[in-house]
C-alpha cells in the first residue's frame, strides 16, 4: 500500500512541477502535512542537499522521501513516479510538437503558465525562508549572500560552499 501511495503522489508532483524541480517545493510542503513522511526541517535541510548536489532537485527528495519511506524500494518507486509524467509529457510533445508549435492557442496557453509557475517558485522561497530565517543572525545572512550575488556574477557554487562556511563557523 505504501508504495502505491508514494507512487500516487509523486506521480501528482511530477505531473503538475512545470517549471523544475523548485515548484515541487509546495507540494512536498503538503506531503509533509499530510502523510508525515519528513518533518518541515527535515524538508528545507533536504532542500539543501539537493541543490548541493548534482542532479534534480525533485528527484534528489523524490528518492530521499521514498527511501525515508519505504528503503531503497520505496525511493525507486517515489522517484519513478515523480519522472513518468515528464516522460509521457515528452513522448506526447516530441510527436505533437511539429504540428501545433504555431498555433496561436498553444502560445497563450504556454504563455499563461508561466505566471503560475513563478508564484509557485515564489512561495517555495517564502516557506523556505520562513523556516530558514529564525533569527536576524541567519537573516543577516542570508540578506548578505543575495546582496552579493546580485552585485558579483559568481558560480553559484560559490556561494553555496560560503554559506556553508559562515553556517559552520557561526554555528547555525
Known sequence: MIYWLLFYEFFKIGLFAIGGGAVTIPFLFDLSEQYHWFT????????????????????NMATFTGYQTAGISGGIIATTGLTTPS?????????????????PYVQTVLSSIRPGVLALILSAGWQIADISITGWLPGAVFAGILITSRIYKTSPIFYILLSAVIGIGLQL
Do not use: D, H, W, Y
Open 40 to 59: 518541515t526541517e527535515q524538508l528545507v535541510n533536504m532542500i539543501a542537499v539537493s541543490e548541493s548536489t548534482p542532479g534534480p532537485l525533485g528527484v
Open 87 to 103: 516522460v509521457i509529457i515528452i513522448i506526447l510533445i516530441a510527436k505533437l510538437l511539429s504540428r501545433f508549435a504555431c498555433n
